[in-house]
C-alpha cells in the first residue's frame, strides 16, 4: 500500500506561479511518479511524470517550457513546479504512484495509488 498526500493547490493570478508537493508512504520511494489533472467538463489530463531515479521526465505538450516535475528519493516527495500559469490550468491536480514502474508512465492506467488531489485555480 502507498498512500499519497498532496499540498500547495491555491488560487492564483494569471502568470503567477504555484509549487504541488507529493509525500508518499508505505514503501520504499522506488517507483515512477505523474501528475494528472481533472478540469470539470473535461476528461483527465496528463500533466508530468518522472522516473523512480529521477533521470527522465515527461511533460504534456501543454505544459512544457512552464512546468517541472522533480523529486526528493530522501523525503519521499514529488514536486510539480508550475509557472506561467493560465486560466486553462485550473483544475483538480493529483499526484499518483506507479508502483511496478509500468511503461508508458505517462499512462494513467499504469497508476496504481492515486492522492487525493489539490485545487488550482488561476483568475485572469
Known amino acids: 500500500q502507498v498512500q499519497l498526500v498532496e499540498s500547495g493547490g491555491g488560487l492564483v493570478q494569471a502568470g503567477g506561479s504555484l509549487r504541488l508537493s507529493c509525500a508518499a508512504s508505505?514503501?520504499?520511494?522506488?517507483?515512477?511518479m505523474g501528475w494528472f489533472r481533472h478540469a470539470p467538463g473535461k476528461q483527465r489530463e496528463f500533466v508530468a511524470a518522472i522516473n523512480w531515479s529521477a533521470g527522465n521526465t515527461y511533460y504534456a505538450d501543454s505544459v512544457k517550457g512552464r512546468f517541472t516535475i522533480s523529486r526528493d528519493n530522501a523525503k519521499n516527495t514529488v514536486y510539480l513546479q508550475m509557472g506561467s500559469l493560465k486560466p486553462e490550468d485550473t483544475a483538480v491536480y493529483y499526484c499518483?504512484?506507479?508502483?511496478?514502474?509500468?511503461?508508458?508512465?505517462?499512462?494513467?492506467?499504469?497508476?496504481?495509488?492515486w492522492g487525493q488531489g489539490t485545487q488550482v485555480t488561476v483568475s485572469s
Open positions: 508505505g514503501r520504499t520511494f522506488s517507483y515512477a
Open positions: 499518483a504512484a506507479n508502483v511496478r514502474n509500468r511503461p508508458p508512465i505517462t499512462y494513467y492506467m499504469n497508476y496504481d495509488y
